[in-house]
């Protein structure tokens, strides 16, 4: 992460526009997994309007990274600009699942969704279609275990158990027991698997 000498007006801009910002619908259907999600252009155009009027931009930019091991990868350097010039930067390195364009439009897309949000600390709606609002509910379906359901995914897509380690480990970004996995680790699993 990097930023300007100062920040105090860009963070009198963000505290404001925080203050204004609605949870960003879920509006798109992720078919293979039966999801809902916020696309990137819903996410964009929910902020936009409270940014303009803050005077505050973000701009993202694919980029190389020289990670500790050595090496290059590709990256996403999202900044968080205001008017006055003070700015703050993240870079996130992107998980290429295969080594073709369209599996980076995937990363990269996937990689400036979350990064837009975590930047402007957005956070994303279920929509549940005004079922919360109903007086009647059905009873809910029996869900399989978070580990059961992505270690399913996971073995149909890739066969090999040290690949599937390593696939995890690629989009956790770091290396972590199948076992201690968050039901925020495995939500982050599937979603690349998405993209695989």
């Known amino acids: 992460m ?16 925080q203050a204004e910002f609605a949870a960003v619908p879920k509006g798109s259907v992720n078919p293979f997994f039966k999801s809902k999600y916020a696309a990137l252009p819903d996410v964009v155009a929910s902020a936009s309007p409270v940014l303009a009027k803050h005077g505050l931009a973000i701009s993202q930019f694919i980029t190389m ?4 091991n050595g090496g290059v990868n590709d990256a996403l350097t999202t900044y968080l600009i205001h008017q006055s010039g003070q700015y703050i930067s993240h870079t996130m390195r992107l998980h290429l699942v295969k080594d073709d364009p369209q599996a980076q439009g995937s990363a990269v897309t996937y990689a400036r969704r979350y990064s837009y949000m975590s930047a402007l600390g957005l956070v994303a709606d279920v929509d549940d279609d005004g079922n919360a609002g109903s007086k009647q509910s059905a009873p809910a379906p029996k869900k399989e275990s978070g580990h059961s359901r992505v270690g399913g995914l996971l073995a149909k897509k890739i066969t090999n158990k040290d690949d599937r380690k390593v696939f995890v480990t690629d989009a956790l970004g770091r290396e972590v027991e199948w076992a201690s996995l968050s039901e925020a680790d495995l939500a982050q699993v599937e979603l690349a698997l998405a993209t695989f």
């Open 2 to 17: 990097s930023q300007s000498h100062e920040i105090n007006e860009l963070a009198a801009a963000l505290v404001a526009a």
């Open 65 to 68: 990274n020289e990670p500790i």
